[in-house]
């Protein structure tokens, strides 16, 4: 890898991702209003294996028979990448079980600790003076986004 990061070094590898693949590649995720949710441009690529639980399978999806030097943009719909929305997965919390202080407000995102010790995202969509409803679904499952996704190499 170069002294800079922003500047990728790209493999001479032919080989394209399929699955059980190596791979080392930059990646952004943006909602449909551009705001940056997540990027690894500008920092160091990420580096992973297709089918070891890094990228959820429909984001994995989106990268099979891209090849060293592809730098793709796509649209997705957030429920194909995540998951559909599971009605199930929102409950509804008592107050006082949420930190002190805590004041939710519709569209907050937060960390939860599982009873198993790890950690998953619910975000708020109302609350009332004893109760916060939260969503457990991924937070971008009802978004449209848009993915850039440039790989560098592929093992």
Same mark, same amino acid.
Request: hydrophobic share 40%; charged share 20%.
């Given at each position: 890898?170069?002294?800079?990061?922003?500047?990728?070094?790209?493999?001479?590898?032919?080989?394209?991702?399929?699955?059980?693949?190596?791979?080392?590649?930059? &990646? *952004?995720?943006?909602? =449909?209003?551009?705001?940056?949710? #997540?990027?690894?441009?500008? +920092? @160091?690529? /990420?580096?992973?294996?297709?089918?070891?639980?890094? &990228? *959820?399978?429909?984001? =994995?999806?989106?990268?099979?028979? #891209?090849?060293?030097?592809? +730098? @793709?943009? /796509?649209?997705?719909?957030?429920?194909?990448?995540?998951? *559909?929305?599971?009605?199930?997965?929102?409950?509804?919390?008592?107050?006082?079980?949420?930190? @002190?202080?805590?004041?939710?407000?519709?569209?907050?995102?937060?960390?939860?600790?599982?009873?198993?010790?790890?950690?998953?995202?619910?975000?708020?969509?109302?609350?009332?003076?004893?109760?916060?409803?939260?969503?457990?679904?991924?937070?971008?499952?009802?978004?449209?986004?848009?993915?850039?996704?440039?790989?560098?190499?592929?093992?």
């Amino acid at each position: 890898m170069n002294a800079d990061a922003r500047q990728p070094v790209l493999s001479n590898n032919t080989a394209k991702i399929g699955p059980g693949s190596q791979v080392c590649l930059h &990646l *952004a995720v943006y909602l =449909e209003d551009g705001t940056e949710v #997540l990027s690894s441009f500008g +920092d @160091e690529p /990420m580096r992973f294996r297709i089918g070891d639980g890094t &990228l *959820a399978p429909g984001f =994995e999806s989106l990268l099979i028979d #891209l090849a060293p030097g592809a +730098d @793709e943009q /796509m649209l997705a719909d957030g429920s194909a990448l995540f998951g *559909a929305h599971d009605a199930g997965l929102v409950h509804r919390v008592p107050l006082s079980d949420m930190p @002190e202080g805590f004041a939710p407000e519709p569209g907050q995102v937060v960390q939860f600790q599982t009873p198993g010790g790890q950690e998953t995202a619910g975000t708020v969509l109302s609350a009332d003076l004893t109760e916060v409803e939260i969503d457990f679904n991924h937070p971008l499952a009802h978004r449209g986004l848009r993915i850039r996704a440039q790989v560098l190499d592929v093992f």
